[in-house]
């Protein structure tokens, strides 16, 4: 049970373009998702956390208009990255808390951004 | 501010041996502790957590992680290691979230190296 997925696994998209991360939870009723950026050899950097159908809540320093997060369902979270520039690189995990999987946030598999 | 602290990067250890990685926190009221694993390249995945009651907590692939309040310690162990336990392993705290939720706040990441 609480098993997180995330699509695409990698992209690799020219500067200025946008990409479109989907995280899912397959088994429960997400309540509440989160984005995370992860750079090599660090920790997570939580970016923002979104509840069912509101607007998602920033983190300080994480530009809300580039980074645009729907939550339109209760399994379903996108991010979108918003014309893409080379230091938007990096990995890009989300994870999931809700339904029988209260209190433990699930993580998906992440997603390897890389921006030419 | 709730917080966790990995003393150690890395970690080595040879194969048949106990292991234990540290996690000390740093908390106001009751702390829910948890721990991950994450493999090269792969989210995070969720070992085990403590809210409340027994000190002792076991979790998935044979790992436990006993609390201590008087050391404010949360150490991470496994009586025999594998080579395959070779990885990155996250401790966290909760923290309440400006959504008025929660969020995590992870330690920077221990290293574990499993050697044949």
């Known amino acids: 049970g609480a098993v997180v997925s995330q699509h695409p696994s990698w992209v690799i998209c020219k500067s200025g373009t946008s990409v479109k991360i989907e995280c899912r939870s397959l088994?429960?009723?997400?309540?509440?998702m989160f984005w995370y950026r992860q750079f090599p050899k660090q920790s997570l950097m939580l970016m923002a956390t979104?509840?069912?159908?509101?607007?998602?809540?920033?983190e300080q320093g994480v530009e809300k208009d580039k980074f645009l997060i729907n939550h339109a369902s209760l399994t379903l979270s996108t991010l979108t990255v918003t014309s893409a520039h080379p230091e938007d690189s990096s990995f890009y995990i989300c994870s999931a808390e809700g339904g029988f999987a209260t209190d433990t946030q699930y993580f998906g598999p992440g997603t390897r951004l890389t921006v030419l | 501010a709730q917080s966790v602290a990995q003393p150690e990067d890395q970690v080595n250890v040879a194969e048949g041996n106990p292991l234990t990685v540290k996690c000390t926190y740093s908390?106001?009221?009751?702390?829910?502790l948890f721990w991950y694993v994450q493999y090269p390249n792969r989210g995070l995945q969720f070992l085990l957590k403590?809210?409340?009651?027994?000190?002792l907590v076991k979790g998935s692939y044979g790992f436990e992680a006993e609390f201590n309040k008087s050391q404010t310690s949360f150490h991470l162990k496994k009586p025999s290691a594998l080579v395959s336990d070779s990885a990155l392993y996250f401790c966290?705290?909760?923290?309440?979230?400006?959504?008025?939720?929660?969020?995590?706040?992870f330690g920077k990441g221990t290293s574990l190296l499993v050697t044949p």
């Open positions: 403590y809210i409340t009651g027994d000190n």
């Open positions: 088994d429960f009723q997400a309540t509440t």
């Open positions: 979104s509840n069912e159908g509101s607007k998602a809540t920033y």
């Open positions: 966290a705290v909760r923290r309440l979230n400006s959504n008025s939720g929660y969020a995590l706040n």
């Open positions: 908390v106001s009221g009751n702390p829910y």
